[in-house]
């Protein structure tokens, strides 16, 4: 029987599959870009506070000191609550209108005595702004020193310049003139109590 040549079976490569591909989802790290607010062109401005005028200073350092005052007479109500207060007896009288207190003792330097003369006038003729006298008599602070100088320039001067560091040891730089710090109020309370300070001043000095 002839022989059948045979061909040796060679085995089937395998077949290779293609590698899966892995789609990475692109990321996006970009930040939202930053919007910058631009102000409406008919935005209106801030506007700057307004600068006080020289009444209003001076109101407004009275108060401080007027706040002062009233903590320290409390504070004095309190530390004298324990004392006995003197009692009206039934035979006492008391007058019913004040009466006119006399003119103090003249300080013996020629402005502080001066100063105090030109504080007994106003409390006895009266006190008045805007004007140096007024039709009743009433004088400023500047038109009391002037009629009690009675034309000695030089003395004038000196209490003038006293009254003036009276004012400025207790407002400040705020006042320029005596007239201006004169006129800044509306009662005679200050200027009056500012003019027997300086009357003081002038006396401590020696002048």
Not at 25 to 43: C, G, I, L, M
Not at 44 to 53: F, G, I, R, Y
Not at 104 to 113: C, E, I, L, R, W
């Amino acid at each position: 029987m002839p022989t059948i040549p045979t061909t040796p079976l060679r085995p089937r490569a395998a077949e290779t599959a293609p590698a899966p591909t892995e789609t990475t989802p692109a990321v996006t790290d970009a930040a939202p870009a930053a919007t910058e607010t631009t102000p409406a062109a008919n935005e209106t401005p801030p506007v700057p506070p307004a600068k006080l005028t020289l009444e209003a200073r001076l109101a407004a350092t009275t108060a401080q000191m007027t706040l002062r005052l009233e903590y320290a007479a409390l504070a004095h109500a309190v530390n004298t609550a324990h004392l006995p207060t003197p009692t009206t007896e039934p035979g006492d009288t008391i007058p019913l209108t004040p009466t006119l207190q006399p003119a103090p003792t003249p300080y013996p330097t020629p402005v502080a005595a001066l100063l105090q003369r030109a504080h007994h006038r106003l409390l006895t003729t009266g006190w008045c702004a805007g004007t140096r006298t007024d039709p009743s008599g009433a004088l400023c602070l500047y038109g009391a020193i002037h009629a009690e100088a009675a034309g000695n320039h030089q003395l004038e001067t000196s209490g003038m310049e006293v009254l003036m560091d009276t004012i400025r040891r207790e407002f400040g730089d705020l006042v320029d003139s005596i007239p201006a710090f004169n006129d800044a109020f509306a009662t005679s309370r200050v200027p009056l109590r500012t003019l027997d300070r300086a009357a003081l001043l002038a006396d401590t000095r020696g002048l």
